[in-house]
């Protein structure tokens, strides 16, 4: 499996990047996907999640800001992220795993490099 991350940068606040995961060793179309982050000196945490079919959940702070999509035909998931705030800055990691009925995902231990996204003016 493997997954690769690419899009990152540096950002002024109020600014947008676009995310880009490339995945292969799975079957994709099958897979639920997520988003996930690492701030400095924080643990991971998830940011989205899009099932096999695109049913898509965010966590609360990033509702509205941020677009989580996907095209099965070229097995790649994308993040949209618009009104970047500086408590955005993070490594971004894309990740393949389960996501239940309750909408709880469950990750899959294959996680790419990750890809930096810098927020600063």
């Known amino acids: 499996v493997q997954l690769v991350e690419s899009g990152g940068g540096l950002v002024q606040p109020g600014g947008s990047l676009r995310l880009s995961c490339a995945s292969s060793?799975?079957?994709?179309?099958?897979?639920?996907m997520a988003w996930y982050r690492q701030a400095p000196g924080k643990e991971r945490e998830l940011v989205a999640t899009?099932?096999?079919?695109?049913?898509?959940n965010y966590v609360d702070t990033m509702e509205g800001r941020f677009i989580v999509s996907r095209d099965n035909t070229k097995n790649m998931m994308y993040l949209q992220m618009n009104n970047l705030k500086r408590e955005d800055t993070a490594v971004y990691y894309c990740?393949?795993?389960?996501?239940?009925?309750?909408?709880?995902?469950?990750?899959?231990?294959?996680w790419g490099q990750g890809t930096q996204v810098t927020v600063s003016s």
């Open positions: 990740n393949a795993g389960l996501l239940y009925a309750s909408g709880k995902y469950r990750p899959f231990e294959y």
């Open positions: 060793g799975i079957v994709f179309h099958a897979t639920a």
């Open positions: 899009i099932s096999s079919g695109g049913r898509t």
